[in-house]
């Protein structure tokens, strides 16, 4: 790119050079040429009139410039006077004649006008050369430091681009001094970039948790099937099976959607209004049939809606009572109150060593039963949506003591 810029450059500066040249030479010519016919006019007029009066001594030879003009005086196609150079072609384009006539004599003054305006030139022309090879240096100069200031920035900005990839998001590009449109560039591409690497290990540690806690329910789901194979078609054994396999398939299902919600490019949706108290109603009545020994005990207050989309309310729905159950009291009890613009959802299980970090997407839950894997991910993917809609979430916990989660949405 730079060496593009010196070649248009030096490019700009001879067509530059040439012009100015050009249109100067021919300005002076012009002027000069002018100034000449003027004096000639003036040096005739001078010896008409030193001609026609008797009392009047004129000196002719001296009004004339022997090298390059010539005089003839005629009367009645007579020859009275002529004085001039022998080689001037009279006939010739570039000889100007000027003419006067005065007291029955006719006056002709013959001008080379080329050769004599070619002596008063060619001091205007060394003139004219150096100003426009200075004129050509001083730009040249203002060129260089314009791509030094302007194309060097960018193009080590292109450099540094080039260098990064997925391996090294943590790479910047230094920020110029100086505060411009460069300057801005880069802020704006740094700040993307962290941005970009945000987004990039968040995405990287949501999919490693959610891989992590894929593995539990198909190994849950292998060692029944392994059972079952080992004992024969045991109806208990295969009962049991089938109640497992229902909750383990849908926290399959839960994790597929939520792993594919992660790779959906980030933006402000438009808002809707969400059904919250059918939404809130089918969800307690479907973990009722799933969780048979758990009391769901279920406070919802008719036609609530939420400014929230369906979808998305329904998956914080199900994240916050997957976790009330999965974290709860063997066989206790859940809490969920809906009212006006508030979600509560509590369980009496174990509770949270470090509510204060819970939503950071790493497991705060005690592991000494083995079952606090991916606790964190649904947890990080509710503070997203709050970050998106706008509500607020309040966590009350005590190890030992159970969890309250309270979603609460602005009043309207």
Do not use: W
Not at 189 to 199: A, K, R, T, V, W
Request: aromatic share 10%.
């Amino acid at each position: 790119m730079r060496k593009r810029f010196l070649i248009i450059l030096t490019i700009v500066i001879c067509l530059m050079s040439i012009a100015t040249f050009a249109l100067s030479y021919i300005a002076a010519k012009e002027s000069i040429e002018q100034l000449i016919l003027e004096r000639a006019n003036t040096r005739l007029s001078m010896i008409v009139q030193g001609f026609s009066n008797i009392a009047n001594d004129i000196d002719i030879y001296s009004y004339i410039n022997f090298s390059h003009e010539s005089i003839s005086i005629t009367k009645d196609s007579f020859s009275v006077f002529q004085y001039g150079t022998s080689r001037l072609d009279e006939e010739s384009q570039k000889v100007t004649v000027i003419k006067a006539t005065k007291g029955g004599y006719n006056f002709t003054l013959n001008v080379d006008l080329e050769a004599e305006t070619g002596i008063y030139i060619a001091p205007f022309k060394r003139i004219i050369i150096t100003i426009a090879a200075v004129f050509a240096f001083i730009f040249a100069v203002a060129g260089i430091l314009f791509i030094n200031s302007v194309v060097e920035p960018i193009s080590c900005l292109a450099k540094s681009m080039a260098k990064i990839t997925s391996h090294n998001l943590r790479e910047r590009i230094p920020i110029p001094k100086r505060k411009d449109e460069i300057s801005q560039l880069i802020k704006t591409f740094d700040s993307m970039l962290d941005d970009i690497e945000g987004s990039y290990t968040r995405l990287k540690t949501f999919v490693d948790d959610m891989t992590h806690d894929i593995v539990t329910p198909v190994q849950i789901l292998e060692g029944y099937r392994q059972l079952i194979e080992r004992h024969g078609k045991n109806e208990m054994i295969i009962d049991e099976y089938l109640d497992v396999s229902k909750i383990q398939l849908y926290r399959l299902k839960e994790m597929t959607t939520s792993l594919k919600a992660a790779f959906l490019v980030e933006k402000r949706r438009r808002v809707e209004f969400a059904d919250a108290s059918e939404i809130t109603m089918r969800n307690v009545a479907f973990y009722r049939t799933l969780y048979t020994n758990i009391h769901f005990d279920a406070s919802v207050k008719k036609a609530v809606r939420l400014p929230i989309e369906a979808m998305d309310f329904e998956r914080i729905e199900n994240i916050l009572l997957d976790n009330a159950v999965r974290h709860g009291a063997e066989g206790g009890r859940i809490e969920i109150a809906l009212n006006e613009n508030e979600l509560i959802i509590r369980d009496f299980g174990r509770g949270m060593a470090k509510p204060d970090a819970a939503f950071d997407g790493v497991p705060k839950f005690p592991e000494e039963d083995g079952l606090s894997e991916g606790a964190g991910i649904g947890l990080s993917i509710i503070k997203r949506f709050s970050e998106e809609y706008g509500f607020s979430i309040d966590l009350q916990s005590t190890p030992g003591s159970g969890c309250q989660f309270t979603i609460r949405f602005p009043e309207r």
